[in-house]
């Protein structure tokens, strides 16, 4: 297994929700209503920055309220890293679009 996907499979890691413009829990509703949402794990080289599309069965978004800017979500959703498939699980609490996250490794 890739280096990068193994470590980032161990444990938990400091992530945050990556949106440009604006970094705001309006612009995280925005993306999630898409189905695709940006993570970056900050504790790598530079980050890791993965685009996630957003599994909505697996996702969850009853303790958030985007308008207060209160709750967190739990994203769940899939993508390939360095040629490596993995489901990122993300919880991110909406005050500061920062939270906690890893990957799992998907079996082919």
Known sequence: MNELVQRL????????????PDKTATALKESIDRGYVHIKFVNTKGGTDLGVRLDPEASNFNEADFE???GKVHLV?????NYVKVK?????????LEGKGHLESVQQ
Not at 10 to 19: F, R
Not at 77 to 81: D, F
Not at 88 to 96: E, G, H, P, R, S
Request: glycine share 6%; aromatic share 0%.
């Open 77 to 81: 959703g899939n993508l390939t890293l």
């Open 68 to 70: 207060r800017q209160t």
């Open 88 to 96: 990122c699980i993300a919880d991110i609490d909406l005050q500061t």
């Open 9 to 20: 499979s161990e444990g938990e890691h400091p992530v945050e929700a990556s949106l440009r």
